[in-house]
């Protein structure tokens, strides 16, 4: 796999710009892409996006193999690097729990496992993780990896082609692909 994908980069999908019905042919080439092994995610995310009541979650459902199991002694192992990080850091008790409770972490050592990028839509930085993130980007700056989580993915081969809109309504959803 060359990508796992963060829950977020579904939802947002489904309720902003791909909706299940209104363009299908994004869900399709997400089949696509796991298929030609590009994409996945692993089992905590698709579970928690099992737990709607949604047209994504029965799409979700539908397809466990899309959702790799995390718990293999090597995903373990880097976990438990990612959580020794985070607690070893001077962070609020509880975004930092709140942190180590998600799959975010799961999805970071999975990816670290696999020789993956993570994707996610997630943009914003809590202000107790501002300083992890201004170290992150002098480390990279300098040439350094991140501190023993994730280092640099190689550049991955191109995506299969965009997907494009079986939906009459199309023309009025600008952010939809065209043909």
Not at 93 to 101: C, E, I, V, W
Not at 145 to 156: D, I, T, V, Y
């Amino acid at each position: 796999m060359k990508y796992l994908l963060d829950s977020n980069t579904y939802i947002q999908a489904k309720n902003q710009y791909y909706g299940m019905g209104f363009c299908p042919a994004y869900w399709d080439w997400l089949d696509a892409c796991f298929e030609a092994g590009e994409v996945c995610s692993i089992e905590f995310i698709g579970s928690e996006m099992q737990s709607g009541n949604d047209d994504l979650a029965a799409w979700v459902k539908a397809r466990p193999a899309h959702f790799l199991p995390h718990d293999d002694e090597m995903t373990q192992t880097v976990y438990a690097d990612i959580v020794n990080f985070v607690m070893s850091q001077n962070f609020d008790a509880a975004p930092r729990d709140f942190f180590l409770t998600k799959g975010d972490p799961w999805l970071i050592a999975k990816a670290k496992v696999l020789g993956a990028s993570v994707v996610t839509n997630e943009a914003t930085v809590a202000p107790e993780f501002a300083l992890l993130r201004e170290m992150l980007r002098a480390r990279q700056s300098a040439g350094v990896s991140r501190p023993g989580l994730c280092p640099p993915a190689p550049a991955p081969a191109p995506l299969p082609p965009a997907p494009t809109c079986r939906s009459s309504r199309r023309a009025a959803h600008s952010r939809c692909p065209r043909k």
